[in-house]
């Protein structure tokens, strides 16, 4: 049997959405320590334009769009700015996420709109 091969991500561009914490972080990091040039989506502008501005002091090619995937506007602006700055997208991680706990029973319609658009 023989190992498992992986192609090389060097120099390939990932864009990660909700890439600025969490799981999303740790994905666009990845990302970056394997030499991709990384682009993040997110709602978080502090927390984005933080691990930007990180990963661009390590040397990586980064950019930070804030975005709200909510809005195809927004999602459609946003995919232009980062192919602007980095190129277009070799890889796509579909991470955003809507974590709130709470008893299934308090989910109303809108609720359910809101996090599952």
């Known amino acids: 049997m023989r190992p498992a091969t992986y192609p090389s ?5 990932a864009y990660v959405t909700g ?3 969490g799981i999303g972080e740790a994905v666009t990091e990845a990302f970056a320590k ?6 993040i989506l997110d709602l978080d502008a502090n ?4 691990l930007a501005k990180k990963l661009k002091g390590a040397g990586t090619d980064a950019a930070f769009v804030r ?3 909510r809005n195809i506007d927004d999602l459609k602006a946003g ?3 980062l192919k602007a700055a980095l190129g277009t ?3 796509l991680v579909n991470n955003a996420a809507h974590d ?8 109303t319609p809108d609720y359910w709109d809101e996090r599952m658009a």
Not at 9 to 13: A, H, M, P, V
């Open 47 to 50: 927390s984005g334009e933080a």
């Open 100 to 107: 709130q706990r709470h008893d299934w029973k308090d989910v």
């Open 67 to 69: 975005c709200d995937l």
């Open 34 to 39: 394997n030499g991709s040039r990384v682009g």
């Open 9 to 13: 991500l060097q120099g390939k561009t």
């Open 79 to 81: 995919l232009d700015s």
């Open 19 to 21: 890439g600025a914490g």
């Open 89 to 91: 997208a070799d890889i």
